[in-house]
């Protein structure tokens, strides 16, 4: 099994601020990666697919990039509605699997 | 609109079966594959199983293998997941999602997700 691991597992910031979080898989994904957003009690909403595509309808301060094995995810000046947890996902085979995600807390 | 709403949580006792159901709409059913994935409490997301859009593929995650059988009803719109011999570790919320039309018929990531229904495992 590919395993993801992400970092930090918390990231303190303020809004404004910018942050990036890290995804590394255990073996070459290509660029079979997504970033998902997931708030409290909600489902996630996926934020990019295919390691740097924004999907429709989300803002253009999330980014990400990477291929192979390192991946990042950035979101330019922090919004409130930003805090969240972010959850990298890789779809290159079976079993797909999650990082542990990002906990995106107001510092 | 896309919308997906799981039904059939609850409530079982270890050893037990559970029917969850992921009812669709706003967008052709049977032309996209469906996957299930769950989250135990305050932990992260765990996939389950995936189906293809026309069921010629079903997989499955290691620990559900031979306990779980995802199927789909392409006439009514819904996905179905039958749990059986269920442990406190299948204890979680399940989430159905909608993959996206996919990259050489393998690539697919998640475009739209339901709320989720709770599953409790437990004596």
């Known amino acids: 099994d590919i395993q993801m691991t992400q970092s930090p597992s918390t990231l303190s910031a303020s809004v404004g601020d910018t942050v990036t979080i890290t995804c590394r898989a255990s073996?070459?994904?290509?660029?079979?990666l997504a970033w998902y957003q997931q708030k409290p009690g909600k489902a996630p909403k996926v934020v990019i697919y295919k390691a740097s595509t924004l999907q429709i309808g989300v803002p253009s301060r999330f980014s990400a990039s990477g291929s192979g094995t390192e991946f990042t995810l950035t979101i330019n000046s922090l919004q409130p509605d930003d805090f969240a947890s972010y959850y990298c996902q890789q779809y290159n085979s079976y079993p797909i699997t999650f990082g542990q995600g990002t906990r995106l807390e107001t510092k | 609109q896309v919308h997906l709403v799981e039904s059939g949580g609850g409530v079982v006792q270890p050893g037990g079966s559970l029917r969850l159901s992921c009812v669709v709409s706003?967008?052709?059913?049977?032309?996209?594959?469906m996957r299930w994935v769950r989250q135990a409490p305050g932990k992260g997301l765990e996939w389950v199983a995936f189906i293809r859009h026309d069921s010629s593929h079903v997989y499955y995650t290691a620990s559900v293998r031979g306990r779980f059988t995802l199927s789909r009803d392409n006439s009514n719109n819904t996905l179905y997941l039958e749990m059986t011999r269920l442990t406190a570790d299948d204890t979680g919320v399940y989430y159905c999602s909608k993959c996206d039309f996919g990259e050489f018929g393998f690539y697919y990531y998640m475009d739209f997700w339901g709320k989720g229904t709770s599953v409790t495992v437990s004596s």
């Open positions: 706003g967008f052709n059913f049977n032309e996209y594959a």
């Open positions: 073996q070459n994904i290509n660029r079979w």
